[in-house]
């Protein structure tokens, strides 16, 4: 129930930012690029299951 909303939420968190971040690089945008993958991989190890392994790996893909 919640573990699921906030996977969800992480999951969308993850792909948002990798979206963002490519279309900011396409246009040489390269430090708001790895700001934006910064601010999620931030996002996400503070949800209440950072710790779990699903988390990490969604972490380590950005």
Known sequence: AEFQEIMERNK?????AI?????D???G???TAIETLVTAVSL???SK???DDRCK???SSL
């Open 29 to 31: 945008e390269f430090g």
């Open 12 to 16: 969308t968190v993850s792909s948002s």
């Open 25 to 27: 690089a396409s246009a």
């Open 57 to 59: 790996i969604l972490i």
């Open 19 to 23: 979206a963002r971040a490519v279309q």
């Open 49 to 51: 299951i950072a710790h």
């Open 44 to 46: 996400i190890r503070q």
